[in-house]
């Protein structure tokens, strides 16, 4: 897989996946790849020049983080890279196609009705629509 930034404000819409990109990136190769993209805290990939997802640093590093759909809590994403990303499910499709782990048990799959940007606070918290991701709140998984 070939990957690049893509400087180009992104809508999303659709059903999305929310998941450490770790996860989906398991071969050290791609990984590595992925990583050497990743100068700023938040950043849209675009993959083969086909299709984008968006990885962003979290607050806190590692942890287990809610994802809040209009004001309540349907899941959480444990995260070990120190990153969460919001993938399309098309492009996560491709990605299946390209290698890329299964692994979407470890993320939370939601609906962002209408074309919308991923707006990021200060905090490293995103909000695309009624979808939150609240990086700064974290349980510690590791005991």
């Known amino acids: 897989m070939y990957f690049r930034l ?4 992104k809508l999303f819409s659709g059903r999305c996946l929310i998941i450490d990109p770790s996860y989906i990136f398991t071969d050290n190769k791609t990984w590595t790849s992925v990583c050497k993209l990743l100068k700023h805290q938040q950043q849209q990939v675009l993959v083969d020049n086909l299709h984008t997802l968006f990885i962003s640093d ?3 590093g590692d942890g287990v983080y809610p994802v809040i759909v209009n004001g309540a809590t ?4 444990g995260v070990d ?3 969460l990303s919001l993938i399309p499910e098309e492009v ?9 782990a299964g692994a979407e048990s470890q993320g939370v799959w939601v609906n962002i009705p209408s074309p919308t940007e991923v ?3 200060y905090d490293l918290s995103w909000t ?15 005991t």
């Open 119 to 121: 707006s990021v606070g």
């Open 6 to 9: 893509n400087n180009s404000p």
């Open 81 to 83: 890279s120190g990153l």
């Open 74 to 77: 349907v899941g959480s994403c």
């Open 128 to 142: 695309i629509g009624p979808v939150i991701t609240n990086t700064e709140l974290t349980d510690d998984f590791s």
């Open 58 to 60: 979290t607050s806190s």
């Open 92 to 100: 996560y499709t491709y990605l299946l196609t390209q290698g890329g």
